[in-house]
């Protein structure tokens, strides 16, 4: 990890950390986690007497068996995102009092959103995503409904090209690959400026420090790009909004931002700001217009509210808010800084996402007796339950510890997550010295049961259909490694034998946009193993495998 904390590139690099692995405590990199113990059940849902239903107030969530989090993570979707401003909850409860013709509120919404931003035009969407994915759909079909209600087949389409620099390819850039556009990678200014042609329809930047500090920043790519008339379209999701937009000023031609992050406005909206042809073009090809669009649904409580997180962002005293953050995590670091090897920094952020002070806290795992990822999971499934990052320190220091980020905890939650991370921190210690915290920590491996080596034959089990996937492994005492392939992929495999445990892990990274994750836990018998699969975000399963028999000549 950074000093500067995660950022969304950050956590979506080398796979899977984003989505379903966020509700999880562990967030461990890949050849990392692989050596890690099996996952374990985790907390169980409240329990609740018969006939109990939902209950409108503070227990909303518990009244259904679901356990209420305290956010010190940051603006993650998993998490829910951000809480909504008091204006905003208001602004939607008036809405929704009233019928309105939706066309005429874009319109209205529209230029309001210019007044407030600066921009052209804006317009409020169903989530970040949401927005890319109209913006996309503008630029191929420009508003025309001859063509809208032909997407994502682009067929005849005259522009059917998306461009991305690889230093953009992320898990988000699906939202314009669900349109139907072909995405030609470039990584050069000269493999840009080959790509660019008349079947270009836009090109897309994930926003990023990488992205600014690259051989093709978007001022360097507007400049191709505006001659040709090729428009750009920035990610934003997770960043601040900026009057006057500097993703505009850079030479973008359209930006995208998330609704429920940092402008803590409804958790599905979201905005695109900038040409107004293009962004009233969008509207076009948005719910409740109908074609593919129409799952896209923004309702009038939607809108409004979004329009007021942009009003109250224009008003919001940020300097004051930053300094209650830092003062919420002063009062984390003093209350932990008296257990032994404790050392606790504070650190300023870089680049606009996720913007916020990130507290730090260290220590010598050897002399505490257990790892940030143990505290992590204790925090996490303890109660009241509190989401943090794990924290490694400086590369090659030996320290280990956890990483508390105020831009979502709402006051009081300090003293919560103070207290919680004291107590784990100093609890009960077993016989040989370590926290009851230390016992998810791995002991030291039986030995091998099989020699796992060779070809399997495996079956996987999804929530409603079934794969037949292929191992290649090889072992070498405890550890394993090989290939796993899938329906359409071939990835590499790490993992480990403890006794007849087995714990086999493969990954595909963000480089053509996707990251997909196996963690494959279970018994071997002879040449049989099953057990459950963790699929990260996208839940999990069960396998069973069978050694392929080798044949002899």
């Given at each position: 990890m950074s000093?500067?904390?995660?950022s969304?590139?950050?956590?979506?690099k080398?796979?899977?950390?984003l989505g379903?692995?966020?509700?999880?405590?562990?967030?461990?990199p890949?050849?990392?986690?692989?050596?890690?113990?099996p996952?374990t059940?985790g907390?169980?849902?409240?329990?609740?007497?018969?006939?109990?239903?939902?209950?409108v107030?503070p227990?909303?969530y518990?009244?259904?068996?679901?356990?209420?989090?305290v956010?010190?993570?940051?603006?993650?979707t998993?998490?829910s995102?951000?809480?909504m401003?008091?204006e905003?909850?208001?602004a939607m409860?008036a809405?929704?009092?009233h019928y309105?013709h939706?066309?005429?509120?874009?319109e209205?919404v529209g230029a309001r959103?210019?007044?407030l931003?600066g921009?052209e035009?804006?317009?409020?969407?169903?989530?970040?995503?949401a927005?890319?994915?109209?913006a996309?759909?503008?630029?191929?079909a420009?508003?025309n409904?001859?063509?809208?209600?032909?997407l994502p087949?682009l067929?005849g389409f005259p522009r059917d090209e998306?461009?991305i620099?690889?230093?953009?390819r992320?898990v988000?850039d699906?939202?314009l690959?669900g349109?139907?556009?072909r995405?030609i990678?470039?990584?050069t200014?000269?493999?840009?400026?080959a790509?660019?042609?008349p079947?270009?329809?836009?090109?897309?930047i994930?926003a990023?420090?990488?992205a600014?500090e690259?051989?093709?920043p978007?001022?360097l790519?507007a400049s191709?790009?505006q001659p040709?008339?090729v428009?750009?379209?920035?990610d934003?999701?997770?960043e601040?909004?900026?009057v006057?937009?500097?993703h505009l000023?850079?030479?973008?031609?359209?930006?995208?931002?998330?609704g429920?992050?940092c402008l803590r406005?409804?958790?599905a909206a979201?905005?695109l700001?900038?040409?107004?042809?293009?962004?009233k073009?969008a509207w076009?090809?948005?719910?409740?217009?109908?074609?593919?669009?129409?799952g896209?649904?923004?309702?009038?409580?939607?809108a409004i509210?979004?329009?007021m997180a942009v009003e109250?962002?224009?008003?919001?005293?940020?300097?004051?808010?930053?300094?209650?953050w830092?003062?919420w995590?002063d009062?984390?670091?003093k209350?932990?800084?008296s257990?032994?090897t404790?050392?606790?920094?504070i650190t300023q952020?870089?680049g606009?996402s996720?913007r916020m002070p990130s507290l730090?806290v260290?220590?010598?795992?050897s002399?505490?007796?257990?790892?940030?990822?143990?505290?992590v999971?204790a925090l996490?499934?303890g109660?009241p339950?509190?989401?943090?990052?794990p924290?490694?320190?400086?590369?090659?220091?030996?320290?280990?510890?956890v990483?508390?980020?105020?831009y979502?905890m709402?006051?009081?939650?300090?003293r919560?997550v103070?207290?919680r991370?004291?107590?784990?921190?100093?609890?009960?210690?077993t016989e040989?010295g370590?926290?009851l915290?230390?016992?998810?920590e791995?002991?030291a491996l039986?030995a091998p049961?099989?020699?796992l080596?060779?070809?399997?034959d495996?079956k996987?089990?999804?929530?409603a259909s079934a794969s037949n996937?292929?191992l290649?492994?090889?072992?070498r005492?405890?550890?394993v490694?090989?290939?796993h392939?899938g329906?359409?992929?071939?990835?590499?495999?790490v993992g480990?034998i403890?006794?007849?445990?087995?714990?086999?892990r493969?990954a595909?990274?963000?480089?053509?946009?996707?990251?997909v994750?196996?963690?494959?836990t279970g018994?071997?018998s002879?040449?049989e193993?099953s057990?459950?699969v963790?699929l990260?975000e996208y839940l999990g399963g069960?396998?069973?495998?069978?050694?392929?028999a080798v044949r002899?000549g």
């Amino acid at each position: 990890m950074s000093a500067e904390g995660f950022s969304r590139r950050e956590l979506i690099k080398g796979g899977g950390l984003l989505g379903g692995a966020l509700a999880l405590p562990g967030l461990l990199p890949a050849a990392a986690e692989a050596k890690a113990p099996p996952p374990t059940a985790g907390p169980k849902p409240v329990t609740l007497p018969a006939g109990v239903g939902l209950r409108v107030g503070p227990d909303v969530y518990p009244s259904i068996g679901v356990r209420p989090i305290v956010n010190a993570r940051g603006t993650y979707t998993i998490l829910s995102g951000s809480l909504m401003l008091p204006e905003v909850r208001e602004a939607m409860a008036a809405a929704s009092q009233h019928y309105v013709h939706l066309d005429e509120l874009a319109e209205a919404v529209g230029a309001r959103l210019a007044t407030l931003t600066g921009a052209e035009w804006g317009l409020v969407t169903d989530g970040c995503s949401a927005a890319l994915t109209h913006a996309t759909a503008a630029c191929v079909a420009g508003g025309n409904p001859d063509l809208h209600v032909r997407l994502p087949n682009l067929a005849g389409f005259p522009r059917d090209e998306a461009i991305i620099p690889k230093h953009s390819r992320n898990v988000y850039d699906a939202a314009l690959r669900g349109v139907g556009v072909r995405v030609i990678e470039v990584s050069t200014p000269a493999e840009l400026e080959a790509a660019l042609g008349p079947r270009t329809a836009l090109i897309y930047i994930l926003a990023s420090p990488e992205a600014d500090e690259s051989a093709l920043p978007t001022r360097l790519i507007a400049s191709m790009a505006q001659p040709r008339g090729v428009p750009v379209l920035v990610d934003a999701a997770a960043e601040i909004l900026t009057v006057p937009n500097v993703h505009l000023q850079n030479g973008a031609t359209l930006v995208a931002y998330s609704g429920g992050k940092c402008l803590r406005g409804p958790q599905a909206a979201g905005l695109l700001l900038g040409r107004k042809d293009l962004v009233k073009a969008a509207w076009v090809h948005s719910a409740p217009h109908h074609g593919y669009s129409r799952g896209y649904k923004v309702g009038k409580e939607e809108a409004i509210g979004m329009l007021m997180a942009v009003e109250m962002w224009m008003k919001r005293d940020h300097d004051a808010e930053w300094k209650t953050w830092t003062s919420w995590l002063d009062y984390v670091g003093k209350r932990v800084a008296s257990v032994p090897t404790i050392t606790t920094n504070i650190t300023q952020p870089k680049g606009l996402s996720n913007r916020m002070p990130s507290l730090h806290v260290l220590w010598d795992g050897s002399k505490v007796g257990l790892t940030g990822d143990a505290v992590v999971k204790a925090l996490y499934d303890g109660e009241p339950r509190v989401a943090v990052f794990p924290d490694r320190g400086e590369r090659d220091s030996g320290l280990t510890g956890v990483t508390v980020n105020p831009y979502m905890m709402s006051a009081g939650d300090e003293r919560i997550v103070a207290d919680r991370l004291y107590a784990v921190l100093t609890g009960p210690r077993t016989e040989d010295g370590k926290t009851l915290a230390a016992a998810v920590e791995k002991p030291a491996l039986a030995a091998p049961a099989a020699d796992l080596s060779g070809q399997w034959d495996v079956k996987v089990e999804y929530a409603a259909s079934a794969s037949n996937h292929t191992l290649a492994l090889r072992q070498r005492g405890n550890d394993v490694d090989g290939a796993h392939r899938g329906d359409f992929l071939s990835r590499d495999l790490v993992g480990t034998i403890d006794g007849d445990s087995v714990r086999l892990r493969s990954a595909i990274g963000e480089q053509s946009g996707d990251s997909v994750n196996y963690t494959f836990t279970g018994k071997v018998s002879g040449d049989e193993m099953s057990g459950t699969v963790d699929l990260g975000e996208y839940l999990g399963g069960r396998w069973t495998a069978k050694r392929r028999a080798v044949r002899r000549g």
